[in-house]
């Protein structure tokens, strides 16, 4: 019923992949000890200095053709970089929307015109993406989006609204989801995306702050933008397949589990040697979850980096695993907050962002970042549904 298309025959790390996990993890620790940015629990920082670091070390766009700013190396080494990352809360906001879902978006629907302009730069760290998905009203559901795109001599004038975009405000351009043909009573119809410059003339964007006063998130006001026909990705109305094909990208990988992570390590080392068998239950059952978790989400990974073309084109055909990937993202935001849970239970600290201990200071971050983990990429509600149609079947 689900993982049934997944492969999980090949799930150890070569040689190379563990070369280059000691490889990244010596590059994070010396950058932390320099003090050249501060983990942080949730959201991933935006450092445009630290994405040029990793870009010189080819770790961007690293499964990538050549010929595009790649380097052509495996998606397990790709993964291992992933989870280095997220292990030590690293500032990759500049680079991750981009490396995640935009390139290989591009390279598998893009025309050749937007994958020289685009690929290239963003391997090299200098250009930044959003992901112009979510409008007010809208929720998760995406085939519920009102903003619009209508035929003008040379492209196309866009009008509308998208929130909770992040980065725009330091992002280039963004990926953005349009209906460009009237409703047809099928939703799923008539949605185009299109890479819309973020310096356009019409795009406002407005800051959405956080509690603590983070500015993460946007809203983006779209107003008579003009967008020329080569800045369409792929066909004209097929926007659903290829958008459902990227949240695949984005929903079943590591930061959908690991975005606690170091609190969770934090933890361990807290308690130390001194832990009861109560906190050691608590601490084997999220390890032992922690590596269902990955599993699943190495399986994902590699399943879906067949069908993303390299030199050689595709090797397989592209299974449809956007069910596995609600499930994985699902359990695994949810399992983020049972570390955060477990922090709050098993030691008696004041959470402070501030505290130069960083398992109080991760412990603040993660309870700030809690509510929005089971709605970024989906709601729970949304994934849920996408879960039950595949054990129900649809409804009539």
């Known amino acids: 019923m689900f993982f049934d298309t997944v492969d999980f025959s090949d799930l150890e790390l070569p040689a190379a992949a563990r070369a280059l996990r000691k490889e990244v993890r010596a590059f994070l620790q010396e950058e932390a000890r320099a003090g050249t940015y501060t983990p942080q ?16 070390r080819g770790w961007i766009g690293m499964t990538w053709p050549k010929r595009y700013g790649g380097q052509e190396r495996s998606y397990l080494e790709r993964f291992v970089v992933t989870e280095e990352m997220l292990a030590a809360a690293a500032p990759c906001a500049a680079h991750w929307f981009a490396d995640r879902q935009i ?6 629907y893009g025309s050749e015109k937007l994958k020289q302009k685009y690929l290239p730069a963003i391997a090299r760290g200098k250009c930044y993406f959003a992901l112009g998905m979510s409008e007010p009203n809208s929720g998760s559901d995406l ?25 725009a405000h330091k992002a280039h351009a963004f990926f953005v989801l349009c209906r460009t043909s009237p409703d047809t009573g099928n939703r799923h119809e008539g949605l185009s995306q299109l890479v819309v410059e973020l310096n356009a003339p019409g795009v406002t964007v407005r800051p959405i702050l956080l509690m603590n006063g983070f500015h993460h998130f946007n809203e ?17 109305g097929q926007g659903w397949k290829q958008i ?20 969770l390590v934090e933890l361990i080392r807290r308690l130390g040697k001194t832990a009861d068998a109560r906190a050691l239950e608590h601490i084997g059952k999220l390890t032992a979850r922690f590596w269902a ?22 090797k397989h055909a592209t299974p449809d695993l956007a069910t596995e990937a609600a499930l994985l993202k699902d359990v695994g935001t949810f399992y983020e907050r049972e570390i955060t849970d477990a922090a709050r239970l098993l030691v008696g600290v004041e959470p402070d962002p501030d505290a130069p201990d960083a398992f109080v200071r991760h412990l603040a971050d993660a309870i700030v970042f809690s509510p929005i983990s089971t709605i970024r990429g989906g709601t729970t509600q949304v994934l849920r549904t996408l879960i039950a149609r595949r054990l129900l079947g649809p409804r009539t």
């Not at 445009?48 to 670091?53: E, H, I, L, N, V």
């Not at 390139?103 to 598998?108: I, K, V």
């Not at 619009?148 to 009008?159: I, K, M, S, T």
């Open 41 to 56: 629990v949730g959201h991933a920082e935006f450092s445009a200095d630290f994405t040029r670091k990793v870009a010189v």
């Open 103 to 108: 390139g290989p978006g591009l390279l598998r």
């Open 143 to 167: 085939a519920s989006v009102k903003t619009r795109a209508e035929r003008v001599p040379g492209g196309w004038r866009v009008n509308g609204q998208k929130v909770w975009t992040s980065w």
């Open 220 to 236: 983006v006001f779209l107003d008579n933008v003009f967008v020329p026909d080569d800045m369409v990705v792929g066909e004209v």
């Open 244 to 263: 459902t094909s990227e949240l695949a990208l984005e929903r079943s990988g590591p930061e959908r589990y690991m975005i606690t992570f170091p609190l």
């Open 293 to 314: 978790l990955r599993r699943m989400s190495l399986g994902i990974a590699l399943t879906l980096e067949r069908s993303i073309p390299g030199e050689g084109g595709a």
